[in-house]
């Protein structure tokens, strides 16, 4: 699949963002930071909004047509782009009334929820894809809910650490969301490493004898092999997943886990930026890798 | 009722007449314009809802070539109309045909992401969505002569190999098709239940070929020279052998 940078910007920021404040919210409701001030609240309250506002707004810039975009409330009952569309939009004023009323219980277990059930849901836009094998699976919503999560508690493990009112538990708790999105993220290469779905043979019907494309019947790019036809190179692959999984995973828990000296502001801010560029790479792997089905009858054997 | 096309890959000869009578009917037709781009430069691209592709089925000598056109199959499960969170995409309860509203398209391609077959390609110049109508703006105007309203692309196959009717009337040309020539559904495990069927090319006895007799007795042919003399007895062994049976 192309991977269009808008989708990967969305993706990546409003995870980070609905990661951020699910921590938030999760430190008002367990208590994870009891010297925080309700200005310090509100103000990584803010910065949470800011990264779902970017992404979001980032979303409608890969629509052909955006002036219908309020349309997209439409159909919630069968569509996880609509419900998306729905569940961020309800999101904005239970998260302004949430940081006005300085982190009510109850809109604290509302916001978190909230924040877990959006992520799903831009996960299952593309899981619920049966064209696409790479994404059709339960580990598509497992990573995109553990990456938010990971890049949201690095955000905020930095946060508390510059507003000083960090404990021991919040960096505990970053520790262990990263290392199971890392687990879940190698399950998950491992697992569409699998050959599966259909075939050139299934795709046209002749199943009992080799089918190979003579011609494609076009002489140039068109909206289907330009939007389904993106081809990356094997070694290009290996290596992008080395990286997401160095930079997002291994390095970000080497500073965080101490190994590198106790974990100070510094050591939050490089594990931060590090999670975040290694969910970027991570994103655009999600887009490379999935091969579309409609790409058998353009002449791959095999998705 | 639930209409669709039978095409029959016996007789279709990949002409692409069928792509362009479809792109003559619908670019002048309610879901006009398909737009192109650089329709006369180095690249030429646009908007197309028939595509015909060519391919080669098993190898020589038993090899056949293979001519697909492939348009909507206005599926019984179409995801593309169930993933769209507009509303644009829709099925129509009457008579099954899968149709694009433009007006309530944002062009966000998620349909085009959930379709197997390749059937919908958004028009860039747009901003929509746009697919195969079944010439919906065709086969109900009364004002055409009734063989005259049947989708563009059928009308126009020069080998009628594109045949169109109700898949829920067992009796008609379509039903009937399918059930005697063993009509089957392209990609079927997707599970989207594709209303269009195809019809395998018939069993028919292969045209005799020329064979190459070996020759046994000294001489010429690079393969027996290259043999050892091992292989050359046993070659020689083996069409007398063969030469058993012949008269």
């Given at each position: 699949m192309?991977?269009?940078?808008?989708?990967?910007?969305?993706?990546?920021?409003?995870?980070?963002?609905?990661?951020?404040?699910?921590w938030?919210a999760l430190?008002?409701?367990?208590?994870?930071?009891?010297?925080?001030?309700n200005?310090?609240?509100?103000a990584?309250?803010?910065?949470?909004l800011?990264?779902?506002?970017?992404?979001?707004?980032?979303?409608?810039?890969?629509l052909?047509?955006?002036?219908?975009a309020?349309?997209?409330f439409?159909?919630?009952?069968?569509?996880?782009?609509?419900r998306?569309?729905v569940?961020?939009?309800?999101?904005?004023?239970?998260?302004?009334?949430?940081?006005?009323?300085?982190?009510?219980?109850f809109?604290?277990?509302?916001?978190?929820?909230?924040?877990?059930?959006?992520?799903?849901?831009?996960?299952?836009?593309?899981?619920?894809?049966?064209?696409?094998?790479?994404?059709?699976?339960?580990?598509?919503?497992?990573?995109?809910v553990?990456?938010?999560?990971?890049?949201?508690?690095?955000?905020f493990?930095?946060?508390?650490?510059?507003?000083?009112v960090?404990?021991?538990r919040?960096?505990a708790?970053?520790?262990?969301?990263?290392?199971?999105a890392?687990f879940?993220k190698?399950?998950?290469?491992?697992w569409?490493?699998?050959?599966?779905?259909?075939?050139?043979?299934?795709?046209l019907?002749?199943?009992?004898?080799?089918?190979?494309?003579?011609?494609?019947?076009?002489?140039?790019?068109t909206?289907?092999?330009?939007?389904?036809g993106?081809?990356v190179?094997?070694?290009?692959?290996?290596?992008?997943?080395?990286i997401a999984?160095?930079?997002?995973?291994?390095l970000?828990?080497?500073?965080?886990?101490?190994?590198?000296?106790t974990?100070?502001?510094a050591?939050?801010?490089?594990?931060s930026?590090?999670?975040?560029?290694?969910?970027?790479?991570?994103r655009?792997?999600?887009?490379?890798?999935?091969?579309h089905?409609?790409?058998?009858?353009?002449?791959?054997?095999?998705? | 009722?639930?209409?669709?096309l039978?095409?029959?890959?016996?007789?279709?000869?990949?002409c692409?007449?069928?792509?362009?009578a479809c792109?003559?009917w619908?670019?002048?037709?309610t879901t006009g314009?398909?737009s192109d781009?650089?329709?006369?430069g180095?690249?030429?691209?646009?908007?197309w809802?028939?595509?015909?592709?060519?391919?080669?089925?098993?190898?020589?000598?038993?090899?056949?070539?293979?001519?697909?056109?492939?348009?909507?199959?206005?599926?019984?499960?179409?995801?593309c109309?169930?993933?769209c969170?507009?509303?644009?995409?829709y099925?129509?309860?009457?008579d099954?045909?899968?149709?694009?509203?433009?007006?309530?398209?944002?062009?966000?391609?998620?349909?085009?992401?959930?379709?197997?077959?390749g059937?919908?390609?958004?028009?860039?110049?747009q901003?929509?969505?746009k697919?195969?109508?079944?010439?919906?703006?065709?086969?109900?105007?009364?004002?055409?002569?009734k063989?005259?309203r049947q989708p563009a692309?059928?009308?126009?196959?020069?080998?009628s190999?594109?045949f169109f009717?109700?898949?829920?009337?067992?009796?008609?040309?379509?039903?009937?098709?399918?059930?005697?020539?063993?009509g089957?559904?392209?990609?079927?495990?997707?599970?989207?239940?594709?209303?269009?069927?195809?019809?395998?090319?018939?069993?028919?006895?292969?045209?005799?070929?020329?064979?190459?007799t070996a020759?046994?007795?000294?001489?010429?042919?690079?393969?027996?020279?290259?043999q050892?003399?091992?292989?050359?007895?046993?070659?020689?062994?083996?069409?007398?052998?063969?030469?058993?049976?012949?008269r």
């Amino acid at each position: 699949m192309h991977p269009a940078p808008s989708v990967i910007i969305f993706t990546v920021t409003a995870g980070a963002g609905y990661g951020l404040l699910f921590w938030l919210a999760l430190s008002r409701l367990a208590g994870l930071t009891p010297t925080i001030s309700n200005g310090q609240f509100i103000a990584v309250g803010i910065i949470g909004l800011i990264l779902v506002t970017v992404g979001l707004l980032s979303s409608t810039l890969h629509l052909a047509n955006p002036k219908n975009a309020w349309r997209s409330f439409m159909r919630f009952r069968t569509s996880w782009l609509s419900r998306e569309a729905v569940f961020a939009v309800l999101f904005y004023p239970l998260a302004l009334l949430w940081l006005l009323l300085s982190g009510n219980a109850f809109l604290s277990l509302l916001v978190a929820a909230l924040c877990i059930v959006i992520l799903v849901c831009t996960a299952m836009i593309y899981a619920s894809l049966k064209t696409i094998r790479q994404w059709n699976n339960a580990l598509t919503p497992v990573n995109f809910v553990l990456l938010g999560l990971s890049a949201g508690a690095a955000l905020f493990t930095l946060i508390t650490l510059i507003q000083g009112v960090y404990t021991p538990r919040v960096l505990a708790l970053t520790i262990a969301v990263i290392a199971a999105a890392a687990f879940s993220k190698l399950l998950y290469f491992s697992w569409i490493g699998q050959p599966a779905g259909p075939t050139i043979n299934t795709a046209l019907g002749f199943t009992r004898a080799t089918v190979q494309l003579l011609d494609v019947g076009h002489s140039s790019d068109t909206f289907l092999t330009k939007e389904f036809g993106y081809e990356v190179a094997r070694a290009k692959i290996i290596w992008a997943r080395v990286i997401a999984i160095v930079v997002g995973f291994v390095l970000p828990l080497v500073f965080l886990t101490g190994l590198l000296g106790t974990p100070g502001i510094a050591h939050a801010a490089l594990a931060s930026l590090m999670v975040l560029a290694g969910v970027f790479v991570e994103r655009w792997l999600f887009f490379a890798e999935a091969r579309h089905v409609v790409t058998l009858y353009h002449g791959q054997q095999r998705t | 009722m639930k209409l669709g096309l039978v095409i029959d890959l016996d007789t279709c000869v990949g002409c692409h007449a069928c792509a362009v009578a479809c792109k003559q009917w619908n670019t002048s037709g309610t879901t006009g314009p398909l737009s192109d781009y650089e329709p006369y430069g180095k690249e030429p691209s646009g908007v197309w809802f028939n595509r015909i592709r060519h391919y080669e089925v098993d190898e020589y000598p038993h090899n056949k070539t293979i001519n697909t056109p492939m348009s909507c199959m206005h599926c019984d499960d179409a995801a593309c109309v169930t993933v769209c969170p507009t509303g644009a995409s829709y099925k129509r309860e009457e008579d099954g045909i899968v149709l694009v509203d433009q007006s309530k398209c944002m062009g966000c391609n998620l349909c085009a992401w959930a379709c197997p077959y390749g059937a919908r390609e958004l028009d860039q110049e747009q901003g929509v969505m746009k697919k195969c109508t079944l010439c919906v703006d065709r086969i109900y105007d009364v004002n055409l002569p009734k063989e005259d309203r049947q989708p563009a692309c059928v009308l126009t196959c020069p080998t009628s190999a594109r045949f169109f009717g109700d898949f829920d009337d067992p009796n008609s040309e379509v039903s009937t098709l399918v059930r005697e020539r063993g009509g089957y559904a392209m990609m079927p495990e997707v599970g989207y239940n594709p209303v269009n069927k195809y019809l395998p090319p018939r069993e028919r006895p292969t045209a005799p070929q020329a064979t190459k007799t070996a020759e046994t007795n000294g001489s010429a042919d690079a393969s027996t020279k290259t043999q050892s003399l091992l292989g050359k007895w046993l070659q020689k062994q083996k069409s007398a052998f063969d030469s058993l049976g012949e008269r």
